[in-house]
């Protein structure tokens, strides 16, 4: 079970950005995926999750209404879509199945800065 995040950049406030997580070792579309931040100096913590089904998502309250997780079962690949960023965004992003300890992948680095 691996996962690779990508998609991670140095962006302004206000900008975009796509992060994609690209699993191997399983398929994706069978479990629950979530995607998970760590800042500097803090923990790490959740930020979305999209369930296995239908498909349902939720998201951390701090990023809500500006990130959306999906899934392109073809590519075995779980995406977040960030919008409205802000410099408190700012951190590593990895992913992972949400129920599951799997080791953390490598994560991407997302810098939000003017």
């Known amino acids: 079970v691996q996962v690779a995040e990508s998609g991670g950049g140095l962006v302004q406030p206000g900008g975009s950005l796509r992060l994609s997580c690209a699993a191997s070792?399983?398929?994706?579309?069978?479990?629950?995926m979530s995607w998970y931040r760590q800042a500097p100096g803090k923990a790490r913590e959740w930020v979305a999750h999209?369930?296995?089904?239908?498909?349902?998502?939720r998201y951390a309250d701090s990023v809500k209404g500006r990130f959306t997780i999906s899934r392109d079962n073809a590519r075995n690949t779980v995406y977040l879509q960030m919008n409205s960023l802000q410099p408190d965004d700012t951190a590593i992003y990895y992913c992972?199945?949400?129920?599951?300890?799997?080791?953390w992948g490598q994560g991407t680095q997302v810098t939000v800065s003017s």
């Open positions: 992972r199945r949400t129920y599951y300890t799997d080791s």
């Open positions: 070792g399983f398929t994706s579309s069978s479990y629950a």
């Open positions: 999209i369930t296995s089904d239908i498909g349902d998502t």
